[in-house]
T-cell receptor, first 114, second 110 residues
Framework: EAGVAQSPRYKIIEKRQSVAFWCNPISGHATLYWYQQILGQGPKLLIQFQNNGVVDDSQLPKDRFSAERLKGVDSTLKIQPAKLEDSAVYLC????????????FGQGTRLTVV | GENVEQHPSTLSVQEGDSAVIKCTYSDSASNYFPWYKQELGKGPQLIIDIRSNVGEKKDQRIAVTLNKTAKHFSLHITETQPEDSAVYFCAATTGNQFYFGTGTSLTVIP
């Protein structure tokens, strides 16, 4: 079974630039999560999709972050414009359905904003 | 929302010894508690989980215990090996998003 795929693995941008991350969840998984993991901290949820609908985006900084999951499969997370404090690892995870089931994580995209 | 606290933040043990990591949660409605292992440069990987209707679960050298009354759960690793060295995260969920602890960096000294 293929895992959660993310790209790119690394990205370095200057502040005020824009950046996009891509995630392909495990086939058949209805729930998709984007997490932000700042160095030395646990993952923090940015947004959760159920199929192509948003379940929770309460912690997404909507003035600069946006995410979509067209057709309920792949997802993209965008930051525009980026700030220095956005430097983090962005993790995508998926699960068969939301709730108390295992979430599988991708390897993440390490973003450095300079 | 849920608040998950994890201790200790760092832990060093000799190879062959046991390691214990503890987490507390605040929301009594949380009903699923996974533990993840994260190696450098990789995403978190589930190593064991427990549901609220179970008090203990074991998988070879790894075990998890849950005390719903006290709202805490613990990860126990026995006979530690160098390859157990990683960052471990606990998490809790009421059925939607996962709330993660701040992580424990475990070092197993050969």
């Amino acid at each position: 079974e293929a895992g959660v795929a993310q790209s790119p693995r690394y990205k370095i941008i200057e502040k005020r630039q824009s950046v996009a991350f891509w995630c392909n969840p495990i086939s058949g998984h209805a729930t998709l999560y984007w997490y932000q993991q700042i160095l030395g901290q646990g993952p923090k949820l940015l947004i959760q999709f159920q199929n192509n609908g948003v379940v929770d985006d309460s912690q997404l900084p909507k003035d600069r972050f946006s995410a979509e999951r067209l057709k309920g499969v792949d997802s993209t997370l965008k930051i525009q414009p980026a700030k220095l404090e956005d430097s983090a690892v962005y993790l995508c995870a998926s699960s068969f359905h939301s709730g108390n089931t295992e979430a599988f994580f991708g390897q993440g995209t390490r973003l450095t904003v300079v | 929302g849920e608040n998950v606290e994890q201790h200790p933040s760092t832990l060093s043990v000799q190879e062959g010894d046991s390691a214990v990591i503890k987490c507390t949660y605040s929301d009594s409605a949380s009903n699923y508690f996974p533990w993840y292992k994260q190696e450098l440069g990789k995403g978190p990987q589930l190593i064991i989980d427990i549901r609220s209707n179970v008090g203990e679960k074991k998988d070879q050298r790894i075990a998890v215990t849950l005390n719903k009354t006290a709202k805490h759960f613990s990860l126990h690793i026995t006979e530690t090996q160098p390859e157990d060295s990683a960052v471990y995260f606990c998490a809790a969920t009421t059925g939607n998003q996962f709330y993660f602890g701040t992580g424990t960096s475990l070092t197993v000294i050969p």
